[in-house]
């Protein structure tokens, strides 16, 4: 008798065991996925700010040559005010979107200065926003590829219940502003 009570007392233990490190196990996991999409945002989020820094300096030399088209310097200015002021995901990808829109008009108004074409400053600038530009799409795809991970270990069980219990809250994805889906006018 003595031995089935110890045996029926391991076998408990064993059982609880299992549910105790089933459960730290999906926490720590958890918090690794939620962890990695935070270091991935920070980098999107670098990215973002090395490219909101190249901006000034890309202002000042086209106001060289565009000084009447105070309207987009003004946009581009409060652009990179909301972009560098912004606390949360969804404000950093409300204000690229709209510091995108601003810069894309930039450049519209660059192609009806030749001369400001043809300028070395210029094109130098030209060239950084560009590597900026690749570096942001590569980071954005990596924060991307970790939200898509980390919402479905959220959604899958035991992890779901570990996740409400926490309040582990399904991420956003990087989505392309709504101005980069429109395909561009080329005329002849």
Do not use: C
């Amino acid at each position: 008798m003595k031995k089935k009570t110890i045996v029926i007392v391991l076998v408990i233990l064993a059982v609880i065991g299992l549910f105790v490190g089933l459960f730290v196990g999906s926490y720590n996991s958890l918090v690794e996925a939620d962890e990695d999409t935070n270091e991935k945002f920070a980098t999107v989020d670098t990215m973002l700010t090395r490219r909101a820094d190249l901006i000034p300096n890309l202002v000042s030399t086209v106001k060289g040559y565009a000084a009447h088209e105070e309207e987009i310097f003004t946009a581009l200015a409060n652009a990179r005010a909301k972009l560098a002021g912004s606390t949360t995901a969804d404000e950093t990808l409300e204000a690229n979107a709209e510091l995108e829109s601003a810069l894309s008009r930039l450049l519209v108004v660059v192609e009806n200065y030749p001369d400001l074409k043809a300028s070395t400053q210029f094109t130098a600038l030209q060239d950084q926003l560009e590597g900026a530009e690749n570096r942001i799409a590569t980071a954005r795809v990596d924060y991307n590829e970790a939200v898509g991970e980390y919402n479905k270990k959220i959604r899958r069980f035991p992890a779901s219940i570990i996740a409400g219990m926490f309040g582990f809250e399904k991420k956003t994805m990087y989505e392309a502003p709504e101005s980069d889906l429109d395909a561009p006018i080329v005329e002849f």
